[in-house]
């Protein structure tokens, strides 16, 4: 969901418990920056709006079902946007073909435990081939590489399952 029109739009999605929600917090693109990098003013000093949006999900998290949408392309953001919500899930696309790299955004959003990071590289998988006749097995082989690299930096950074 889009966090731009407010608390009030976004809760009867929230209301509903047993789903989870994913509100945009900073995406993947360059063009992101626009909007998403706007210095507000606050009375702790300024903050990006992206971190702004993770805040504000925090608060909205009162059914524990909030997660947070934050592009791959920009780890350090990713880093902290998980400093600022070290339990929610976040849902990181732009890995592979958005040039968002594996190592850096499992390193940078991974929550302490190893977990509630979830990786999307949807791109990389799909357009595997383009040969009709190895389609499947090259998508497959794309995404186990995939979970290879994700694996081996959790055992790298120590939150190896």
Not at 19 to 36: E, H, I, K, T, Y
Not at 68 to 84: D, F, H, M, Q
């Amino acid at each position: 969901v889009n966090p731009y029109t407010g608390r009030d739009s976004l809760e009867p999605f929230f209301d509903y418990r047993d789903r989870g929600v994913l509100v945009l917090c900073r995406s993947s693109n360059p063009g992101g920056a626009d909007f998403q990098d706007l210095v507000l003013s606050g009375p702790d000093g300024g903050m990006p709006l992206y971190e702004h949006v993770a805040t504000k999900s925090r608060e909205w998290n009162v059914n524990g079902n909030v997660g947070l949408v934050v592009g791959a392309t920009y780890p350090s953001e990713l880093a902290k946007v998980r400093e600022l919500c070290p339990d929610m899930p976040i849902l990181a696309p732009a890995v592979g073909a958005q040039q968002g790299g594996v190592s850096e955004a499992v390193a940078s959003g991974v929550a302490a435990g190893g977990r509630n990071l979830v990786i999307s590289s949807s791109r990389s998988v799909l357009y595997a081939s383009s040969d009709r006749r190895d389609f499947a097995t090259s998508a497959r082989d794309a995404a186990s590489g995939l979970v290879s690299q994700i694996n081996q930096t959790l055992d790298k950074i120590g939150k190896g399952w």
